[in-house]
């Protein structure tokens, strides 16, 4: 089970090279009066960096809703993560939204698939290393 820890959103950065933009659109304006009604439903998926900061891995627009409504904290899942699994799970959790650029699309996908390829070359290195 994961765990919730509430974490202000100052010290929360958006996830490097993020391909997704946050359209201030209908979609987000009603997310916006959600928030600001009932609070944050889905908490954010954050990691720890090596700096103590945190890096947001999903939830770039909860994230913007709730600082247009003055709110300074928010609660986060923290998921130890890899660069690679970080990116994978960014880009599986944002890919499937209904508005998104092609070229958004296409970013995100090379960013999963150079993922992908370094986690295999971890493997490979892994398993050589314990057969040796």
Avoid at 18 to 42: A, C
Avoid at 103 to 120: N, P, R, T, V
Wanted: proline share 3%; hydrophobic share 35%.
């Amino acid at each position: 089970m994961k765990q919730i820890v509430k974490i202000e959103l100052k010290n929360i950065d958006s996830f490097e090279n993020h391909p997704f933009k946050v359209q201030r659109d209908d979609p987000f304006n009603e997310l916006k009066e959600s928030i600001k009604e009932n609070g944050l439903l889905e908490p954010l998926l954050v990691r720890l960096k090596n700096n103590g900061r945190y890096e947001l891995i999903s939830g770039h627009r909860r994230k913007l809703a709730l600082e247009l409504n003055w709110i300074t904290e928010a609660d986060c899942y923290v998921e130890d993560l890899d660069d690679d699994e970080a990116t994978i799970k960014m880009v599986d959790s944002n890919i499937y939204r209904n508005l998104i650029l092609p070229s958004e699309k296409a970013f995100a996908y090379k960013m999963k698939l150079e993922a992908i390829k370094h986690q295999g070359k971890k493997n490979e290195l892994r398993h050589s290393l314990c057969q040796s």
